[in-house]
């Protein structure tokens, strides 16, 4: 319970502290902020080793009312997903943190406060088993972000974070209503509390497959739309290219590290959980936004001429994938888009990390202005060779683990129906392949044409020190991806036992009856 607590407050605690250091001390300032954030990654991992595995509910619950009228309260715990989604948050802030020294050099103190806050709202996001409360860390981390964008990103970062906002501000209220809706039936039809109402996660996902099917498809639709525009899915996808192009290099790793998986992980936790029969009804709609959305970030991405955007096109592409092992609504659909989150965060947050480090050299992203790179940086050529290749997917990295689960999960769906997403979902490996293989030819090979390519130099002790981490869990993955299958594998089981009761009256798996976690109550 402890280690949930400070995984969870230590980087708001990190933040208060920067509160009271001088502005003028920068070494503090990052050392501090750094500081804290690899405390947070240790602690979380007491987290993951305790965890156990076989156990599909929540574990290490705390749960206190909060405000009595609304049975509103801070109810926090981890399972099988969220468990691996706080693990990628803890990872990645220490690496976005330690690549901001040199990126940022401007007001740093501001900096690393928002830094720590997005990190506190964003593992508050996936700790929340509470409506209220997860709505909250949901709209607390617009603020840092824009922030982020706006004051320490690109020439046209007022139009890339305002945009950024708009939209999320849009599906967030969209979710407020659907939020305040179910609480009340809940409260009133299904439960009846006391109060009439209740925001209570544990109690909402155990009735809500009782709810009439035409007031589950407008639920449904309410939290899918607020959750779609933040995955981005096609056509809600626009404003990712334009806050991934104008973000600075650590805000680009963490919203494609992190931020980007709150949609995906949104659709599981709250449209699956809470409606499946509203989902198995928008699923051949959604899947089908979703192959759109694989090809057509493809497409897109081959025309790019600045890197960045291209890496931006790409997680249209990537999630798309992961949209539609959710949607294939089987064990190993649902395990291929948690893992495949995973693995879009290390190996596109990795992307970015190298292309900023070009641009530290260079100030410019186009990829006119280089080639022959290899030549003069063959350690740096040798690392964005594998974060591309783990983008692709090819075997032996953690892309192909991830995509092969969605795709056979697509294949295999007795609610899809067709083998069709199977087929046009794959072709988005294969354009994956020539977009990203086309960039890295154009970037590091041939001869060195541009005179300002032929004094760069290579990697820095710093740099290796935030790349050779995200390459051993890449290389872990797509060797041994049972550490961390395994973790959502009866969580996954449990849901999709779910819904093929709803749907064929009986369970695809059998699974052990497990004694509901103990929960701290104040």
């Not at 190996?347 to 080639?371: K, N």
């Not at 290389?475 to 849901?495: C, E, H, M, Q, R």
Request: glycine residues 8%; contains cysteine.
């Amino acid at each position: 319970m402890t280690a949930l607590f400070l995984t969870l407050f230590l980087p708001l605690a990190g933040a208060l502290f920067l509160l009271f250091v001088n502005r003028d001390k920068v070494g503090l300032l990052k050392n501090s902020a750094l500081g804290v954030s690899l405390v947070t990654f240790c602690v979380s991992l007491i987290l993951f080793f305790g965890f156990d595995n076989n156990n599909p509910e929540f574990q290490f619950v705390y749960e206190a009312v909060w405000i009595t009228a609304f049975d509103a309260g801070f109810r926090i715990g981890v399972d099988g997903m969220s468990l691996l989604m706080v693990m990628l948050t803890t990872f990645i802030t220490p690496i976005a943190i330690l690549s901001s020294f040199d990126a940022i050099q401007k007001r740093e103190k501001e900096y690393y406060i928002m830094v720590l806050i997005l990190q506190f709202a964003m593992t508050g996001v996936f700790l929340a088993a509470d409506l209220f409360l997860f709505y909250i860390f949901w709209e607390l981390i617009l603020i840092p972000m824009y922030f982020i964008i706006g004051i320490w990103g690109g020439k046209e970062r007022l139009y890339a974070a305002v945009k950024f906002f708009l939209f999320t501000v849009v599906g967030s209220l969209f979710m407020l209503v659907a939020v305040v809706w179910l609480g009340f039936y809940a409260g009133t039809e299904l439960l009846s509390t006391s109060t009439g109402f209740t925001t209570n996660y544990f109690l909402i996902k155990e009735v809500g497959s009782r709810i009439p099917v035409d007031i589950q498809e407008w639920m449904f639709l309410a939290f899918a739309l607020s959750f779609l525009i933040k995955v981005p899915l096609f056509p809600l996808h626009t404003w990712l290219p334009d806050a991934h192009t104008e973000a600075p290099t650590p805000g680009s790793v963490i919203l494609a590290g992190v931020l980007l998986k709150m949609g995906t992980y949104g659709l599981i936790r709250f449209n699956l959980e809470i409606f499946p029969t509203a989902s198995m009804n928008y699923a051949s709609i959604i899947s089908t936004l979703a192959v759109i959305g694989i090809i057509y970030g493809a497409l897109v991405a081959m025309v790019q001429t600045d890197i960045k955007r291209l890496v931006a096109y790409s997680s249209v592409s990537h999630l798309g994938f992961v949209v539609l092992g959710i949607f294939s609504m089987t064990a190993e659909g649902l395990q291929g888009g948690i893992i495949q989150m995973v693995n879009h965060g290390l190996s596109t947050g990795m992307l970015f990390l190298c292309v900023g480090m070009l641009y530290e050299r260079r100030h410019t992203r186009l990829i006119s202005e280089y080639g022959g790179i290899a030549r003069v940086m063959p350690n740096f050529a040798v690392m964005f060779a594998i974060a591309m290749f783990a983008s692709v997917g090819l075997p032996g990295l953690n892309g192909f683990i991830g995509e092969f689960l969605t795709l056979k999960g697509a294949f295999d769906s007795k609610i899809l129906g067709s083998y069709w997403y199977t087929i046009f979902g794959a072709t988005g490996v294969i354009f994956a392949a020539v977009y990203l293989l086309w960039m890295y030819q154009r970037v590091m090979f041939g001869t060195i044409d541009n005179p300002a390519n032929r004094n760069l130099k290579d990697l820095s002790t710093k740099e290796w020190s935030m790349l050779v981490p995200i390459v051993v869990f890449i290389v872990w993955i797509g060797l041994y991806p049972a550490t961390f299958l395994n973790v959502s594998d009866t969580y996954t089981k449990k849901l999709v036992n779910k819904i093929e009761i709803l749907k064929f009256n009986k369970p695809a798996f059998d699974l052990p009856s497990i004694a509901p976690a103990e929960q701290d109550n104040n």
